[in-house]
């Protein structure tokens, strides 16, 4: 039997699916939706919308109206296409990497509180001079340090076109910024984005998983991550037995090793703990426990 055959599998994918397929959306989607969508309903209301949402210097006095600190990274240049443009595609191409290395929630919540440091810096910086900032630079700039980060080889191309490694990225972003808050004279935010940046460095370099609480060492990149997690599990398979408890969260069994009645406690356990705290919740060696099972369910079926 196949693993849709399920009665309860079958239950909590229909569940899922009458509640929300809002959740099943990644969060670099939901972001720019949002974004976009604000831009649109600021037209209409003859850009109201945005003057509220925007960051003030003298907000970091106003308690009343410390929402800004937030709203501002979802507000936009009205007048410039090219800033909300430029900024959602960033956050396309080096965002979804990332929301695929950390998850949903710690991607998002990473995200919003990179808006927030980065606003709440600017303003402390600039309280009491006749500016105002807006954007989602401060939160885009810490994406663009965490990608190069994970991914310091990962070929990206400047203006879309020059070939460069992320790491370089990285570093030309930074300087970038730098150089220009200190001598340029344009109309952009940059100490914002060296903020963003900055939090991006705290946040790679504790270890920290925000949703969880917990600090830990600083991270690897992702391509020295995989090779070590795969010798890992070769490892653990190598070692583990069929007296390994099914019921354990942290020890999976590699599933090519269990007898046929085995690999049906182990999607079980795998099952329930999906039904009870989510797919996201599943790890990359029960998900292939998932496929694996369901092509030899196929096979005993025949």
């Given amino acids: 039997m196949s693993l849709s055959d399920r009665d309860y599998y079958d239950e909590e994918e229909r569940r899922e699916s009458k509640v929300s397929r809002f959740n099943s959306w990644s969060a670099v989607l939901i972001v720019i939706l949002l974004n976009v969508g604000l831009y649109f309903l ?20 106003e308690p009343l109206h410390w929402y800004q600190f937030l709203t501002y990274g979802f507000a936009h240049n ?11 595609l960033a956050l396309f191409f080096l965002g979804v990497p990332v929301e695929r290395r950390y ?15 980065s606003g709440v810096a600017w303003g402390v910086l600039n309280y009491g001079a006749p500016v105002a900032i807006l954007g989602a630079s401060g939160g885009v700039s810490a994406i663009v340090i965490l990608f190069a980060f994970n991914y310091p080889r990962s070929i990206v191309y400047l203006m879309g076109i020059i070939p460069i490694p992320a790491w370089l990225l990285g ?23 060296l903020f963003g940046a900055a939090f991006a460095c705290l946040y790679y370099l504790s270890g920290i998983e925000i949703t969880r609480l917990r600090f830990g060492a600083p991270r690897r990149s992702a391509s020295n991550r995989s090779a070590k997690s795969r010798k890992e599990e070769y490892r653990k398979f190598r070692l583990r037995t069929h007296s390994t ?12 090793y269990m007898s046929f009645e085995r690999l049906k ?33 196929q096979k005993h079926k025949r």
Wanted: aromatic share 12%.
């Fill in 42 to 61: 600021n037209q209409l209301t003859g850009d109201q919308l945005f003057a509220r949402m925007t960051l003030y210097s003298q907000t970091i006095g």
């Fill in 78 to 88: 009205p007048n410039d296409f090219m800033h909300i443009l430029c900024n959602m």
């Fill in 103 to 117: 998850g949903k929630r710690e991607f998002l919540t990473f995200y919003l509180l990179a808006i927030v440091f």
């Fill in 171 to 193: 570093v030309l972003f930074v300087v970038g910024d730098a150089y220009q808050a200190t001598h340029g004279f344009d109309n952009i935010a940059h100490d914002a984005h």
């Fill in 245 to 256: 408890p099914i019921d354990d969260d942290s020890t999976v069994a590699n599933p090519r």
């Fill in 265 to 297: 406690a182990e999607v079980d356990r795998i099952l329930k703990k999906y039904s009870e705290t989510g797919k996201d919740s599943l790890t990359e060696l029960e998900r292939e426990t998932l496929e694996y099972a369901s092509e030899e369910y």
